[in-house]
């Protein structure tokens, strides 16, 4: 079956850092994956996706994701983080319903960000 | 933008009460979506709608209904409420068949049943 998993559930960071979160999968062919972005009070915003070509993939915000297909892991790096990056975050990926094609996505349980001052 | 809307940001309803949570979309999207958040589960999906009057059971349906009779419209009922359906409720919705098509939420409705 199907799966996401963010080993991390809590990560704090200094404002500057560099920022990592890991995310792995298990899905039989080739994923769509994505990751979003949850912050106090809002909704989910897309970051970025990938779904084929360039494994390195540039998002919002000054994100990035790289697919490594040997690792099923799908990490999400920022260079720099800001304190308004403080927001959890969900790796999710893309799974056929039915026969249509229709996208369901299977989501991590997240990674809670803090971003010390 | 695309933009999702959700009838209540907080509800609070007693155990038994019948419950409805609206969800509107504005940008013509053929796919809606109603998905639970629990903290340590991530996001799960209760019931899927494709076109107006389909729908498709996600991985949680027990205890839910939906209803879709406008394209733009789509609502999460729940018969019954009862207290383990205390949740974060979030909607959304997609353009066309294709998978790797991004889903937009809406903010989210947090439900209390007492």
């Known amino acids: 079956a199907q799966s996401v998993t963010q080993p991390d559930i809590h990560i704090t960071v200094s404002e500057g850092a560099s920022l990592e979160l890991r995310c792995n999968y298990s899905?039989?062919?080739?994923?769509?994956l994505f990751w979003y972005v949850q912050s106090p009070g809002q909704g989910l915003q897309l970051l970025l996706k990938?779904?084929?070509?360039?494994?390195l993939v540039q998002g919002i915000k000054g994100f990035e994701a790289e697919f490594k297909r040997s690792q099923s892991s799908f990490n999400l790096r920022k260079p720099s983080v800001h304190w308004s990056d403080a927001a959890e975050y969900f790796c999710a990926v893309g799974s056929f319903m039915f026969s249509g094609g229709y996208n369901k996505l299977i989501f991590g349980a997240g990674t809670r960000l803090a971003v010390h001052p | 933008d695309v933009k999702v809307t959700q009838s209540s940001r907080y509800l609070v309803k007693r155990t038994g009460e019948k419950v409805f949570l609206e969800c509107v979309q504005d940008?013509?999207?053929?796919?809606m979506f109603w998905y639970r958040q629990d903290p340590g589960l991530g996001l799960r999906l209760i019931y899927f709608?494709?076109?107006?009057?389909?729908?498709e059971k996600g991985d949680i349906p027990e205890g839910y209904s939906v209803s879709r009779e406008k394209k733009e419209r789509f609502s999460l009922i729940l018969e019954s409420a009862s207290t383990n359906q205390t949740s974060m409720y979030l909607c959304a919705s997609s353009f066309g068949q294709a998978s790797n098509n991004e889903q937009f939420f809406g903010p989210g409705t947090r439900l209390t049943v007492l």
């Open positions: 990938y779904f084929s070509g360039d494994t």
């Open positions: 899905y039989g062919a080739t994923p769509y």
């Open positions: 709608s494709y076109d107006v009057k389909m729908k």
């Open positions: 940008m013509d999207h053929e796919n």
